[in-house]
């Protein structure tokens, strides 16, 4: 899921969270995205929605275990840190895959 500027979208793109302004529901999610309901929802004042895509990773795999080592190098010592990194890790390895 994505969090997308209105003026960055596109027909086609799917809606992963419902449009709201208010407590009123404006669109429901997985609607797919045409350049007329584009143009209403701008019309109505709503900045960004969520679309329903696979999010970009910033950096690379390896990076991000590196980062994740270094972040836990002084407290390496701690059980319940090293449970905690390896949580961790498995989330990293989870987002490449």
Wanted: aromatic share 6%; proline share 4%; charged share 30%.
């Amino acid at each position: 899921m994505l969090k997308v500027s209105i003026d960055k979208l596109d027909p086609g793109m799917k809606l992963a969270k419902p449009v709201i302004k208010g407590n009123m529901i404006l669109v429901n999610k997985d609607i797919e995205l045409t350049e007329t309901l584009i143009k209403k929802i701008q019309n109505i004042g709503i900045s960004c929605v969520y679309i329903d895509a696979p999010t970009k990773q910033s950096i690379s795999k390896e990076e991000a275990l590196q980062q994740l080592d270094w972040r836990f190098k002084k407290v390496e010592d701690k059980p319940y840190m090293n449970m905690l990194k390896r949580l961790v890790r498995e989330h990293i390895e989870g987002l490449y895959d």
